[in-house]
Protein backbone atom coordinates (compact mmCIF):
# COMPACT_ATOMS: atom_id res chain seq x y z
CA UNK A 1 0.00 0.00 0.00
CA UNK A 2 1.47 3.51 -0.82
CA UNK A 3 4.42 4.47 -3.21
CA UNK A 4 7.65 1.79 -3.08
CA UNK A 5 10.38 3.52 -0.84
CA UNK A 6 13.21 4.14 -3.98
CA UNK A 7 16.61 2.05 -3.09
CA UNK A 8 18.05 5.41 -4.15
CA UNK A 9 20.60 6.80 -1.75
CA UNK A 10 21.42 9.63 -2.76
CA UNK A 11 19.47 13.04 -4.18
CA UNK A 12 21.22 13.22 -7.46
CA UNK A 13 20.61 9.38 -8.07
CA UNK A 14 16.94 10.71 -7.34
CA UNK A 15 16.63 13.22 -9.53
CA UNK A 16 16.31 15.58 -6.92
CA UNK A 17 18.23 19.17 -7.48
CA UNK A 18 18.64 21.86 -4.44
CA UNK A 19 16.79 25.03 -5.29
CA UNK A 20 18.94 27.29 -4.93
CA UNK A 21 21.62 25.87 -7.69
CA UNK A 22 18.44 27.16 -9.47
CA UNK A 23 17.69 30.51 -7.93
CA UNK A 24 20.56 30.98 -5.80
CA UNK A 25 19.44 34.15 -3.72
CA UNK A 26 15.56 32.05 -2.74
CA UNK A 27 14.66 32.52 0.62
CA UNK A 28 14.40 29.38 2.57
CA UNK A 29 13.30 28.86 6.31
CA UNK A 30 13.16 24.97 6.30
CA UNK A 31 11.62 24.36 9.79
CA UNK A 32 12.38 20.48 10.33
CA UNK A 33 16.02 20.41 10.20
CA UNK A 34 15.46 22.96 13.21
CA UNK A 35 13.32 22.68 16.32
CA UNK A 36 10.99 25.82 15.42
CA UNK A 37 8.37 23.04 14.24
CA UNK A 38 5.28 21.48 15.51
CA UNK A 39 7.31 18.04 16.87
CA UNK A 40 9.93 20.60 18.90
CA UNK A 41 12.80 19.20 17.81
CA UNK A 42 15.22 18.76 14.34
CA UNK A 43 13.06 15.98 12.13
CA UNK A 44 14.71 12.86 11.20
CA UNK A 45 16.56 12.73 7.53
CA UNK A 46 16.77 16.85 7.78
CA UNK A 47 20.97 17.44 8.21
CA UNK A 48 20.56 20.60 6.72
CA UNK A 49 18.52 23.35 5.97
CA UNK A 50 18.02 22.60 2.15
CA UNK A 51 14.90 22.63 -0.43
CA UNK A 52 15.28 19.57 -2.96
CA UNK A 53 12.34 18.99 -5.35
CA UNK A 54 12.42 16.59 -8.28
CA UNK A 55 14.43 18.48 -11.51
CA UNK A 56 10.62 19.89 -13.17
CA UNK A 57 9.51 20.67 -9.97
CA UNK A 58 12.31 22.90 -9.24
CA UNK A 59 12.06 24.32 -12.72
CA UNK A 60 8.66 25.09 -12.23
CA UNK A 61 9.18 26.67 -9.18
CA UNK A 62 11.99 28.50 -10.89
CA UNK A 63 9.13 30.50 -12.92
CA UNK A 64 6.93 31.31 -10.08
CA UNK A 65 9.74 33.09 -8.54
CA UNK A 66 10.68 34.66 -11.62
CA UNK A 67 6.87 36.30 -12.57
CA UNK A 68 6.64 36.98 -8.47
CA UNK A 69 9.67 39.02 -8.44
CA UNK A 70 8.19 41.07 -11.48
CA UNK A 71 5.68 41.92 -9.55
CA UNK A 72 7.36 42.76 -6.41
CA UNK A 73 7.09 39.27 -4.20
CA UNK A 74 9.11 36.62 -3.21
CA UNK A 75 8.69 33.53 -2.23
CA UNK A 76 9.76 32.01 1.32
CA UNK A 77 10.33 27.84 1.30
CA UNK A 78 9.67 26.05 4.32
CA UNK A 79 9.92 22.70 3.61
CA UNK A 80 10.43 20.63 -0.11
CA UNK A 81 11.21 17.16 -0.62
CA UNK A 82 10.65 15.13 2.84
CA UNK A 83 12.35 11.88 3.57
CA UNK A 84 10.03 9.18 4.64
CA UNK A 85 12.14 8.69 8.06
CA UNK A 86 10.99 12.28 8.28
CA UNK A 87 7.45 11.02 8.09
CA UNK A 88 8.28 7.96 10.29
CA UNK A 89 9.55 10.73 12.63
CA UNK A 90 6.18 12.56 12.64
CA UNK A 91 3.97 9.58 12.90
CA UNK A 92 5.49 8.45 16.57
CA UNK A 93 5.28 12.24 17.62
CA UNK A 94 1.50 11.93 16.94
CA UNK A 95 1.20 8.69 18.47
CA UNK A 96 2.88 10.19 21.77
CA UNK A 97 0.06 11.39 23.41
CA UNK A 98 1.79 12.57 26.23
CA UNK A 99 4.10 15.41 24.18
CA UNK A 100 2.08 18.29 24.13
CA UNK A 101 4.90 20.89 24.52
CA UNK A 102 3.90 22.48 20.62
CA UNK A 103 -0.54 22.37 20.95
CA UNK A 104 -0.71 26.18 21.90
CA UNK A 105 1.30 26.94 18.51
CA UNK A 106 0.12 23.93 16.26
CA UNK A 107 -3.30 22.77 17.08
CA UNK A 108 -4.40 24.55 20.08
CA UNK A 109 -8.36 23.74 18.97
CA UNK A 110 -7.43 20.09 18.24
CA UNK A 111 -6.89 16.46 19.54
CA UNK A 112 -3.44 15.78 18.64
CA UNK A 113 -4.10 12.38 17.49
CA UNK A 114 -6.49 13.15 15.05
CA UNK A 115 -4.33 15.17 13.09
CA UNK A 116 -3.42 12.91 10.66
CA UNK A 117 -7.33 11.55 10.47
CA UNK A 118 -7.96 15.19 9.86
CA UNK A 119 -5.41 15.34 7.09
CA UNK A 120 -2.95 17.71 8.19
CA UNK A 121 -0.22 15.25 8.60
CA UNK A 122 0.14 12.98 5.76
CA UNK A 123 1.11 9.03 6.87
CA UNK A 124 2.16 8.98 3.03
CA UNK A 125 3.13 12.25 2.38
CA UNK A 126 3.47 13.91 -1.83
CA UNK A 127 6.88 15.68 -0.14
CA UNK A 128 8.18 12.07 0.09
CA UNK A 129 7.98 12.06 -3.59
CA UNK A 130 9.92 15.08 -4.35
CA UNK A 131 7.12 16.62 -6.02
CA UNK A 132 5.58 18.96 -3.18
CA UNK A 133 6.53 21.95 -1.12
CA UNK A 134 5.30 24.50 1.49
CA UNK A 135 5.79 27.98 1.54
CA UNK A 136 4.61 31.47 1.53
CA UNK A 137 4.44 34.83 0.17
CA UNK A 138 6.89 37.91 0.86
CA UNK A 139 6.29 41.78 -0.63
CA UNK A 140 10.13 43.15 -1.03
CA UNK A 141 11.15 46.32 -1.57
CA UNK A 142 12.56 47.58 -4.89
CA UNK A 143 15.91 46.12 -4.22
CA UNK A 144 14.31 42.52 -3.47
CA UNK A 145 16.80 42.91 0.03
CA UNK A 146 13.75 44.22 2.36
CA UNK A 147 10.66 41.90 2.13
CA UNK A 148 8.08 41.06 4.62
CA UNK A 149 5.97 38.05 4.85
CA UNK A 150 2.22 38.76 3.46
CA UNK A 151 -0.28 37.95 6.52
CA UNK A 152 -2.27 34.70 5.16
CA UNK A 153 -4.46 34.46 8.64
CA UNK A 154 -2.16 31.74 10.54
CA UNK A 155 1.60 30.60 11.11
CA UNK A 156 2.52 27.48 8.49
CA UNK A 157 1.60 24.41 10.19
CA UNK A 158 -1.02 26.03 12.79
CA UNK A 159 -3.26 22.76 12.35
CA UNK A 160 -6.67 24.40 12.03
CA UNK A 161 -9.78 25.07 9.94
CA UNK A 162 -8.59 28.86 9.88
CA UNK A 163 -5.75 27.51 8.06
CA UNK A 164 -7.81 26.07 5.03
CA UNK A 165 -7.45 28.11 2.10
CA UNK A 166 -10.92 29.56 2.04
CA UNK A 167 -11.88 29.60 5.44
CA UNK A 168 -14.45 31.61 5.68
CA UNK A 169 -13.16 33.10 9.37
CA UNK A 170 -9.49 34.51 7.64
CA UNK A 171 -9.98 38.07 6.72
CA UNK A 172 -10.59 39.64 3.37
CA UNK A 173 -7.20 40.73 2.93
CA UNK A 174 -6.12 37.29 4.24
CA UNK A 175 -8.21 35.23 1.66
CA UNK A 176 -6.73 37.65 -0.94
CA UNK A 177 -2.90 37.29 0.32
CA UNK A 178 -3.85 33.16 0.21
CA UNK A 179 -5.33 33.90 -3.32
CA UNK A 180 -2.48 35.92 -4.58
CA UNK A 181 -0.16 32.79 -4.06
CA UNK A 182 -2.32 30.06 -5.37
CA UNK A 183 -2.62 31.84 -8.65
CA UNK A 184 0.67 32.49 -9.33
CA UNK A 185 1.63 28.56 -8.02
CA UNK A 186 -1.10 27.55 -10.06
CA UNK A 187 0.01 29.49 -13.47
CA UNK A 188 3.01 27.18 -13.50
CA UNK A 189 1.62 23.74 -12.45
CA UNK A 190 1.05 23.81 -8.92
CA UNK A 191 -2.27 22.52 -7.04
CA UNK A 192 -3.05 23.88 -3.51
CA UNK A 193 -4.20 21.21 -0.72
CA UNK A 194 -7.30 23.03 0.58
CA UNK A 195 -6.53 22.13 3.73
CA UNK A 196 -3.35 23.85 4.31
CA UNK A 197 -3.04 27.36 2.23
CA UNK A 198 1.10 27.06 2.21
CA UNK A 199 0.64 23.34 0.96
CA UNK A 200 1.14 22.77 -2.93
CA UNK A 201 2.03 19.90 -5.16
CA UNK A 202 3.17 19.83 -8.63
CA UNK A 203 0.45 17.85 -11.15
CA UNK A 204 1.13 15.74 -13.50
CA UNK A 205 3.42 14.34 -10.62
CA UNK A 206 6.86 13.59 -12.08
CA UNK A 207 7.17 9.90 -10.07
CA UNK A 208 3.62 9.52 -8.79
CA UNK A 209 4.68 5.98 -7.46
CA UNK A 210 8.09 6.12 -5.89
CA UNK A 211 8.65 7.93 -2.16
CA UNK A 212 12.53 8.74 -1.49
CA UNK A 213 14.40 8.35 1.72
CA UNK A 214 17.46 9.94 1.23
CA UNK A 215 19.06 12.43 3.43
CA UNK A 216 18.44 16.39 2.75
CA UNK A 217 22.16 17.66 3.56
C1 LIG B 1 2.84 18.67 7.96
C2 LIG B 1 2.43 19.65 6.88
N1 LIG B 1 3.47 20.60 6.66
C3 LIG B 1 2.10 18.90 5.61
O1 LIG B 1 2.89 18.90 4.69
N2 LIG B 1 0.93 18.24 5.59
C4 LIG B 1 0.57 17.39 4.49
C5 LIG B 1 -0.83 16.84 4.65
C6 LIG B 1 1.57 16.24 4.36
O2 LIG B 1 2.06 15.76 5.39
O3 LIG B 1 1.79 15.80 3.23
ZN1 LIG C 1 3.12 20.24 2.95
Partial sequence: DGPAVSPTRTAEEAGLVAIDRLVPDIRQDIRYAGSDNFVGAPVDGYEAPRCYLLRPVAEALQRVEADLRQQGFRLLIYDCYR?????????????????LRTKAEHYPSLDKGKL??????????GHSRGATLDLTLLRCDASGQDCTPL??????????PLAHTDSPEASEAQRRNRRRLRSAMERHGFRNYERE???????????????FDVPVR
Avoid: K, L
Fill in 197 to 211: WWHYGFQPEPSPDVA
Fill in 151 to 160: DMGTAFDFFD
Fill in 116 to 125: VNDGYIAERS
Fill in 83 to 99: PVRAVRHFMRWVQDAGD
